[in-house]
């Protein structure tokens, strides 16, 4: 039997992409629109695009933000994708300050426009980066990811947990560490696309997948 997981629907996302990469890697894809669907759900994945404000005030239009903070605390497996990622943490900048769903410790904050050196950085971050996995992140999610593997990255916007160990990858961007991946418990966040990442994307999905059988 295939592992069904739960995609969150909250009008955000390209759900299309999604789904298709999570059945390739042998899962049974859902979509949640309604908090029941949510409950009844043994793994989520929390996709997302745009601004963090936006994404926050459709979860709560939908009432679909208890529901995902119940599930997450009876360990329920949570994976958020882009602005899914940092809707993760407890605020953001963007556009004023923005209260996430407080999963991992931490706030999102703008990428730097200038580089180490002082030099124009070009800002939104867009296209392939390699990843470089923090110490201990060689399991889970990230089983067949190997230092140096690239994703596809579109943000603005960083993700900077509190905690040191939060932050399972980095990404280098102006000469500077970007945290590129979190994890907490049975939470995790990319700030990548998975999706559009080719195999390196592919592997972690079927990470996920293979960890609900």
């Not at 949640?32 to 239009?61: C, I, Y």
């Not at 497996?77 to 209260?99: K, R």
């Not at 990442?197 to 997948?209: D, H, I, Q």
């Amino acid at each position: 039997m295939r592992p069904v997981v739960t995609v969150v629907d909250y009008g955000r996302s390209n759900l299309l992409s999604v789904r298709r990469a999570l059945e390739h890697c042998g899962a049974d894809v859902r979509f949640a629109a309604e908090p029941g669907d949510v409950l009844r759900a043994g793994a989520l994945v929390l996709p997302g695009v745009g601004a963090f404000a936006d994404g926050m005030t459709q979860l709560h239009r939908q009432h679909l933000v208890e529901p995902l903070l119940q599930k997450t605390g009876e360990g329920t497996p949570l994976l958020g994708i882009c602005l899914g990622m940092q809707m993760l943490l407890d605020s953001s900048t963007e556009g004023g300050l923005n209260q996430g769903l407080g999963l991992v410790e931490g706030t999102v904050e703008p990428l730097a426009e200038k580089t180490a050196e002082g030099a124009p950085l070009k800002v939104p971050h867009i296209g392939w980066s390699a990843l470089t996995l923090a110490p201990g992140a060689e399991r889970g999610l990230f089983k067949n990811t190997r230092n140096g593997d690239e994703v596809y990255f579109v943000h603005s916007f960083q993700a900077l947990p509190r905690r040191r160990e939060d932050c399972a990858a980095t990404v280098e961007y102006g000469g500077r560490a970007v945290c590129a991946a979190v994890r907490r418990g049975n939470v995790t966040g990319f700030q990548f696309h998975p999706e559009k990442s080719g195999p390196a994307g592919l592997a972690m999905l079927r990470a996920f997948v293979e960890g609900l059988g």
